[in-house]
């Protein structure tokens, strides 16, 4: 199947979940919820949808954004929230129930959740999804380091596939780099 990983900005990320709550709840919806994105900590969890008292908010983990998932697997978590958000709009909660499944169907993302999380106030997280392996190791034959994986032919890897000697290792400074095909 040929589906095509996918790095977002923040920015982006947060309008791609904006136009899904606009298609499958409402514009002011959209217009007006908190949307976070968390700084690399959330590392277990890849959403949730959460109340205090008076609003509803969204958070992704920055996994979302590095480009080791699919599109797919991306807007299934954006919408598997996004449901929940629904949910509690509905009736007020929100849980894995038939109610939610009924939700999933419609929009076509997962209706369970991978790792449930104890607290009440929190509605969820989210399913495995697909990992995306790194296809290129760059090293460097003075040393041995590791200088790292890459999912993509970045331009350092074209130029170090071409010997143009441009980049150099951080640990001893030789040019003499290499890449490994994973
Ligand atoms: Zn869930
Ligand atoms: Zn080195």
């Not at 992704?60 to 709009?89: A, C, N, P, Q």
């Not at 041995?144 to 951080?170: F, L, M």
Request: aromatic share 10%.
């Amino acid at each position: 199947m040929n589906t095509p990983y996918k790095v977002f900005t923040p920015e982006q990320l947060r309008d791609r979940v904006k136009l899904f709550i606009s298609l499958m709840i409402n514009q002011s919806t959209a217009n007006n919820i908190t949307i976070k994105i968390d700084n690399g900590r959330m590392t277990n969890t890849y959403g949730y949808c959460y109340s205090d008292n008076d609003n509803t908010y969204l958070k992704f983990s920055s996994m979302l954004l590095d480009g080791r998932y699919t599109l797919e697997s991306v807007d299934s978590v954006l919408k598997h929230e996004i449901g929940h958000l629904l949910d509690i709009l509905d009736r007020g909660y929100s849980n894995h129930d038939k109610h939610f499944h009924a939700i999933a169907n419609k929009y076509k993302f997962h209706g369970t959740s991978g790792v449930e999380l104890n607290k009440s106030e929190i509605y969820d997280t989210i399913v495995k999804i697909e990992k995306k392996q790194p296809k290129y190791r760059v090293v460097c034959n003075s040393c041995g380091q590791i200088a790292g994986d890459y999912y993509n032919k970045t331009a350092a890897i074209k130029s170090i596939e071409r010997n143009e000697n441009v980049y150099s290792c951080k640990r001893c400074s030789s040019r003499d780099l290499e890449i490994v095909y994973l």
